[in-house]
C-alpha cells in the first residue's frame, strides 16, 4: 500500500491550496478515503473523509463549507479542495486510508498559510 500526498505549500490567508492523493496497492475504489491534519504541538485531526462511491462525506465543523474532498476512482486520486484558508489551517496533511483493520498514511504535505 502506497499513499503519495502532494500539492502543498505557503499561502496567503484567505488563499486556496489543492491537495492531492494518489493511491496504489489496493482496490482503491472500494474504500474510504480520508484526509487529517497535525500542526505543531497538537494531535492529528480528521478533517474530510468519503465514502468509496464518492456519495458520502463528512467534515467536521472546523473545515465545514471551506474544503471539500473528491475523488476519481479511474485515477486512484483523492482530493481535498481548501478554500478560505486561514492561519490555523496550518499543519502537515495526511491521506490515511484503513484496510483489513489497519491504518495507511502517506508521508504528508506541509501546508502553511501565512502572510
Known amino acids: 500500500v502506497q499513499l503519495v500526498e502532494s500539492g502543498g505549500g505557503l499561502v496567503q490567508p484567505g488563499g486556496s491550496l489543492r491537495l492531492s492523493c494518489v493511491a496504489s496497492?489496493?482496490?482503491?475504489?472500494?474504500?474510504?478515503m480520508n484526509w487529517y491534519r497535525q500542526a505543531p504541538g497538537k494531535e492529528r485531526e480528521l478533517v474530510a473523509a468519503?465514502?468509496?462511491?464518492?456519495?458520502?462525506?463528512y467534515y467536521p465543523d472546523s473545515v465545514k463549507g471551506r474544503f471539500t474532498i473528491s475523488r476519481d476512482n479511474a485515477k486512484n486520486t483523492v482530493l481535498l479542495q481548501m478554500n478560505s484558508l486561514k492561519p490555523e489551517d496550518t499543519a502537515v496533511y495526511y491521506c490515511?486510508?484503513?484496510?483489513?483493520?489497519?491504518?495507511?498514511w502517506g508521508k504528508g504535505t506541509l501546508v502553511t498559510v501565512s502572510s
Open positions: 490515511k486510508v484503513r484496510l483489513g483493520g489497519m491504518d495507511y
Open positions: 468519503i465514502g468509496s462511491a464518492g456519495s458520502t462525506t
Open positions: 496497492g489496493f482496490t482503491f475504489s472500494r474504500y474510504t
